[in-house]
């Protein structure tokens, strides 16, 4: 029932005075209905400069071959597989939220689902990026599909774990693409049903005619249900394939049973930091204040904070088994990363991603937006240079010292990568321009129960135990979206 | 049709009450948001979808266990280091990720054509605010008489207006 009140010592997920639903649909649809601000025009171009410098650099590619790229007989792979895994976690916590915490009824990430999805599509497709880009002959890609072909009947090699990550990352791609749309249709019925001439004829076409009648609702509930239950095995999966990568084979510094766990956190570990460096600042530009609280933010950097001590511990147990299994090669492999010709990259990921996110656990830090973001993009650069670490540092030194070399990136790889973020925001930026960045009608059903002016409704009417009372009133302390004097009387 | 808008859910089950009191039946109910336990009131059966979504996941696990039992056993076994050519464990990835995949696709495509939802369907929306901030109970107008009776148990139930329309929906095409 949608009048059921839940206890009043929980955080309220919505806050401000006199919100109605209409008002909900209002603030959510402001982005789309209206001409972007000069806050999103200045993104826009400079966000899609960058996605020039992708496309030209990925054309480039393209058209020359990879022998463009810094790589060399020994570091055969460097930027493109870095990036790719890179951009695949970065993907991994907008599944995270929008089917881990459905299921464990994480009420908040109502208001954070649809644009942590979104990010999740996008930076899928950044990644498609390297894997299309360093097969080198690009048009060659349906080679890994199990397709009869004129060589008689040889067929891929299912043995590979490069076949079971192209199974793994395209179901992943799919799967959230249809969850995310799944999502989407109420909302977009919503624009539909507020906007004229042939805007409404196009949000009709994509609305698939949704109206929002009891059968449709059940079954679209359900739909979320089991999404929900099998995209959560299936992110899971999707990172443990990509670790397997490396795992499978016999490179020291690779050949570890510890990367799948390691790579799932990592990943999550690098997609919060990223829904945090987006969210913190759509919040602000397209005035969401009121759904995206400072407990959302606290919430995240919880979970930052986990996920990179879950992160440093894979470090350190790394190291020790290195040292453990007393194999030479593989204890050089180890020692050679953090004091060989690399020691910057290694000493960088563990400042990144083991010391600073331990900042957060100081309350303060935890809820200063700067601080926040400030820290959400290092974790970004550190998450960078783990899976650089990991690649180039492995490859760099390989059993014949006559064949060490360094890795140097040429512009082609640099303008790849920080093309590809361009992509991203681009990306990013013409979706909140044109689809709700908020899921409404999710967030429309928690305005009875978890919004703050119902909250301040009970305390009004009483019955309430005053200690509970107290301490909800403590914890709206932290809020800079709730006035606060409207407390002092009651 | 008549129409009894609402802007809250709870008044508006309220209104699916009074309405059953008085045995007049309702045609559906249009709400911006999923409200729940109204499946109950209004004698909805619970979705079969989950039956479906096994069934498309069952058969893409199968599908692609047979694919690759196919090529790695049958057609053209490779010797690799001397393993057994059924080596199971790599089957597994595959044999999870489309289980996924046509559980996915089959459980939503499923579920856009039990609800007849389809890129370019022309939205049967009987009145606009019903994706935005109002919860409409449709009564349909033939049959059910008087209607100055229905108006009147909406208006108490606490509906904020009550449409009288004559065609069925106001679509836009």
């Known amino acids: ?490 | 049709m008549i129409l009894g808008l609402f802007d809250d859910p709870d008044e508006m089950m309220h209104g699916i009450e009074k309405l059953q009191k008085n045995s007049v039946p309702i045609y559906d109910v249009y709400t911006p948001m999923p409200i729940h336990g109204i499946e109950d009131k209004l004698g909805i059966k619970e979705s079969r979808l989950g039956y479906a979504a096994f069934c498309f996941g069952c058969l893409g696990g199968s599908v692609i266990f047979s694919i690759v039992y196919y090529t790695l056993v049958h057609d053209w076994p490779m010797n690799v280091g001397g393993k057994p050519h059924f080596a199971m464990p790599n089957f597994v990835p595959f044999t999870f990720e489309w289980t996924i995949l046509w559980t996915a696709f089959g459980m939503v495509f499923t579920f856009f054509f039990a609800s007849h939802l389809f890129p370019g369907r022309a939205p049967r929306v009987m009145d606009l605010r019903a994706t935005d901030d109002r919860f409409v109970i449709a009564i349909d107008a033939k049959g059910n008489i008087p209607h100055d009776d229905i108006t009147k148990i909406l208006q108490d139930a606490g509906a904020v207006e009550v449409k009288h329309n004559d065609r069925k929906y106001v679509s836009y095409e």
Not at chain 1, 348 to 360: D, G, Y
């Open chain 1, 1 to 490: 029932m949608s009048s059921h009140s839940e206890s009043i010592i929980r955080e309220p997920l919505i806050t401000g005075k006199n919100i109605t639903y209409a008002q909900i649909t209002n603030d959510v649809l402001f982005p789309v209905e209206n001409k972007p601000n000069k806050a999103w025009w200045i993104g826009f171009i400079v966000a899609s400069i960058g996605a020039m410098v992708w496309l030209f650099s990925i054309s480039w590619t393209f058209w020359y071959g990879i022998g463009e790229w810094g790589l060399n007989k020994t570091v055969g792979w460097a930027w493109d597989i870095t990036g790719f895994v890179w951009w695949v976690g970065i993907g991994h916590a907008g599944t995270l939220i929008s089917a881990v915490l459905l299921l464990f009824r994480q009420n908040w990430r109502n208001s954070i689902n649809r644009s942590a999805e979104a990010m999740t599509i996008f930076a899928v497709i950044c990644a498609a990026t390297y894997i299309f880009g360093h097969m080198g002959r690009t048009w060659l890609a349906y080679w890994t599909l199990p397709l009869p072909n004129q060589y008689g009947s040889l067929w891929v090699n299912w043995n590979s774990a490069l076949m079971m990550d192209v199974f793994a990352i395209s179901t992943y791609f799919s799967v959230s693409l249809i969850f995310w749309y799944t999502g989407l249709l109420p909302d977009i019925a919503a624009i539909r049903d507020r906007a004229k001439g042939l805007r409404r004829r196009i949000y009709s076409i994509c609305s698939f005619g949704w109206t929002g009648s009891v059968k449709t609702w059940q079954r679209f509930e359900t739909a979320s249900l089991i999404l929900a239950g099998i995209s959560t095995p299936l992110v899971l999966s999707v990172h443990t394939i990509v670790s397997f990568d490396f795992a499978t084979s016999l490179e020291p510094g690779w050949h570890t049973t510890i990367f799948p766990p390691y790579f799932v956190a990592g990943a999550i570990f690098s997609g919060f930091a990223m829904v945090q460096t987006l969210l913190l600042i759509a919040r602000k530009v397209l005035g969401l204040e009121n759904y995206i609280t400072m407990f959302h933010i606290e919430s995240m950097n919880k979970i930052i904070i986990l996920t990179g001590s879950i992160v440093g511990v894979a470090y350190i147990t790394e190291f020790f088994i290195a040292w453990y299994s007393g194999v030479e090669y593989e204890q050089y492999a180890f020692i050679n990363r953090s004091t060989g010709p690399y020691w910057w990259a290694y000493w960088s990921m563990m400042t990144c991603n083991v010391i600073t996110p331990q900042l957060f656990w100081f309350r303060k830090i935890r809820l200063s937006i700067p601080a926040s973001w400030v820290l959400s993009i290092i974790v970004n650069i550190g998450m960078w240079f783990e899976r650089f670490v990991i690649i180039v540092t492995s490859l760099h030194r390989d059993y014949l010292p006559s064949s060490w070399v360094m890795f140097y990136p040429t512009w082609v790889d640099v303008g790849i990568f920080v093309g590809s973020i361009g992509l991203f925001f681009t990306m990013f930026l013409l979706f909140i321009r044109v689809l709700p960045s908020v899921a409404i009608a999710e967030v429309k059903l928690l305005l009875k129960t978890s919004s703050e002016q119902a909250k301040l409704k009970l305390i009004k009417e009483g019955h309430l135990d005053p200690e509970q009372v107290e301490f909800y009133k403590e914890s709206l302390q932290k809020f800079d979206s709730v006035e606060l004097a409207d407390y002092d009387k009651v």
